[in-house]
């Protein structure tokens, strides 16, 4: 079974910067696509970035040209850069990951989200 751990969420002012990762643990699993969605008090859960295994990359239109999505295959973790933050970056983060085993078909994961606070 697939495990993640997030980290790198907190409190930043506007126009700060965080990176949050999300590391995969397990075994017998291959990662395909890796990804990260917030979601607003409020608001609907949406898409921030999304990366696939070999590195092509989709963003939320709010987001582009100030976010990364990168990824790490050796230690199955995805990060996500975050500069020039905006107060309506505010959002819980999940972290979500697209897996297959042996004989099975792809599965999805979530992590457990993580709280990005941007003040003004």
């Known amino acids: 079974q697939v495990q993640l751990v997030e980290s790198g969420g907190g409190l930043v002012q506007a126009g700060g910067s965080l990176r949050l990762s999300c590391a995969a643990s397990?075994?017998?699993?291959?990662?395909?696509?890796m990804g990260w969605y917030r979601q607003a008090p409020g608001k609907q859960r949406e898409l921030v970035a999304a990366?696939?295994?070999?590195?092509?990359?989709n963003y939320g239109d709010s987001v582009k040209g100030r976010f990364t999505i990168s990824r790490d295959n050796a230690k199955n973790t995805v990060y996500l850069q975050m500069n020039s933050l905006k107060p309506e970056d505010t959002a819980v983060y999940y972290c979500?990951?697209?897996?297959?085993?042996?004989?099975?078909?792809?599965?999805?994961?979530w992590g457990q989200g993580t709280q990005v606070t941007v003040s003004s």
């Open positions: 990366i696939t295994s070999g590195g092509s990359t």
């Open positions: 397990g075994s017998g699993f291959r990662l395909n696509a």
């Open positions: 979500n990951v697209k897996y297959q085993r042996m004989f099975y078909s792809e599965s999805d994961y």
